[in-house]
């Protein structure tokens, strides 16, 4: 029987190894081109995401799709590597989800780490056209983001509240900035649908105004003469016996009519079940999922400790640069467009890096395919050359560090959302972030057109306003997008190329 069983064995083995090579050509035939065609920053990829998976392969559904978005604006790190991580999960497995993000985030990776050697050995200032092609990609990067966050917010928006709240989000995250500020507006967001889907305030309101009403009558009724009063009465009371002859003036109310208010507002496919899809479900227990997630907040705990416990002179420098790039992924929340500013605190502010390499690092990732966060390659690599160390070995620590947070949490978190997606609370909260999300897209439009412009004499970056021409190319990547299907890396170029122009004009 041994023998057989080992027979059996050997023969399974064979057939899974065909079983993964189907299904990693399956997504390498997928997902091959996007590390190299997704221009444009987290914005815009989940609008490739979404014509890509949604529309034309059909991976998951518009609802599955939305769920997705939500999970990942909810938690932090990369936004669109998550997105395209759990897709690439709930179809084809870990490994699947794994080989697509490598897929993703490696040619980018690859390329910056070029680029910081290059940028290691310049000089102090760049030639001036080359601030010009920088300002210029910046500037068609504002009208992409913008056109995708206008897309995005025509189907987060659903009813006055939703609009209400993209609109508050993305005014409130251009008025602050702070590390606990957009979780917290995306929380709020979250919260106010819920609460207003359950009628919770709708109900206390209306008692309130009915009771106010009442007081008013009563002391109305108080204030006039009795012989009014009298007559009223009387009036009142041939009114009743003549349209209400019954003993009572209340009609029965059924059980269904009074829980009414107790159910969520909304239309009634809304309110019914979720019926998920078998192949669009991720077959992991919460049990699991919430063992991945306390195990990641124990390494993480585990490396701050360490950081800060190791006697003089301190850790190494490469440990200091894992454990911040590892502390960055944890509580940086919103995507690219916010880990890119708040990376200047993690390693500018350390004296690894110059002001003037960061913000290079800012103009290209910007030009770059793929997710933002690769421009903590750029920033590891510089700062293990500066040490006295290896390129490489800089490089690839600030790329673990800073992706593994992210992908972990959204991993375990795919676990739980198995147990509670079809929760009607759970959509409604869902509704929120999304909205929430969107909004704050429109605040990292925002902060890259104010630093968009670069010179010379103002390289930690100026408004696009400064100067209408590069205005006028955000306005030409917007409107080639909306009305002319320009896609997003030819607006990129074209950007370049019109801020080549402006340099030759002004400088001849």
Known sequence: ???????????????????????????????WHLGVTAFGGPPVHFKIFNEKFVQRSKWVDEQVFQEIFSISQSLSGPASTKMLYCINLLHGGFMAALFSF?????????????????????????????????????????????????????????????????????????????????????????VATLVNDYRWIHRPLAALVKSLKRKRAAHLEAGRPNTATARSSHELGSTRSQTQPGPSSELPVSEDEANKNERPSGSTAENEPRIVPQELRFNMSWKTGTVIIVSFFLSFIVAMVLRSVLPAPGPPILYRLFSNMYLAGTIIFGGGPVVIPLLREYVVAEGWVSARDFLIGLALIQAFPGPNFNIAVFLGSLTAINAGHSSVAGALIAWIAIFSPGLILVHGTMGLWSAARNRRWVKSVLRGINAGAVGLIYTAVY????????????????????????????????????????????AIVLGGLMGLIRHGVVNA
Do not use: C, H
Request: charged content about 15%; overall charge positive; proline content about 4%.
């Open 447 to 490: 902060r890259i057109f104010m630093v968009g412009y670069i010179d010379q004499g103002f390289q930690a970056g100026r408004s696009l306003g400064d100067d209408p021409w590069w205005v006028v190319i955000t306005a030409t990547s917007y409107v080639g997008g909306r009305y002319f299907k320009l896609n997003a890396p030819s």
């Open 102 to 190: 490598l897929l993703w985030s490696l040619p980018g990776a690859i390329g910056m780490f070029g680029l910081s050697i290059g940028v290691s050995s310049i000089d102090e200032n760049l030639p001036r056209i080359v601030y010009a092609l920088l300002s210029g990609l910046n500037s068609a990067t504002v009208g992409v983001i913008a056109l995708a966050a206008v897309e995005l917010s025509q189907k987060a928006i659903t009813d006055p509240l939703t609009r209400i709240i993209v609109f508050v989000t993305a005014a409130a995250g251009m008025l602050y900035n702070a590390l606990w500020y957009f979780p917290v507006l995306m929380l709020v967001s979250g």
């Open 1 to 31: 029987m041994s023998s057989t069983g080992a027979a059996e064995n050997s023969g399974d083995l064979p057939r899974r190894l065909r079983a993964l090579a189907r299904r990693g050509w399956k997504v390498l035939r997928v997902n």
